[in-house]
């Protein structure tokens, strides 16, 4: 009956101390909000007259646009032999560092994005449009990357 109670008391006494840790433990901090670094567009001046920053910006210098004028470079070339060789290798790498680039920052978004939905700063809704995002600007590269070869 000793044991029992030996036991019992122990168990006790244990159990105490390990809630009277758990109640003495300091609450985590808040964590700081990082402020994302101000878009440099605000420090533009239009390169044009007829043509609004914003413009140039998001749509001139845009993954779309200059896929287009790569395709205009192409269609206009009148070169021939080892010159269309080179062109088509030119191009080829240009393309190709469009589609890496834009499939590198939406991976980099999408990994940031998994730790905004676990913080509860964005949406399901907004982490499955990035993610969206992500999976094609994957595919489109490997995609190109499948197709591409090197003219010689």
Partial sequence: MKKIRWKVGVTALVAAIA??????????????????????????EPVHPDESVEYTFNERFSLGNARQRLEQIRESSNATGEAAMAMNNWTGAIEGTLLKQDYLLKKADFELAKYRLRD????????DEIESSFRKAEADFKEFWEGFGISD
Avoid: D, R
């Fill in 19 to 44: 809630l009277l840790g758990v109640a003495c433990q300091k609450e985590p901090e808040p964590k700081t909000p990082i402020q994302p670094e101000p878009s440099i567009i605000g420090s533009l």
């Fill in 120 to 127: 509860g700063e964005i949406t399901q809704a907004q982490y």
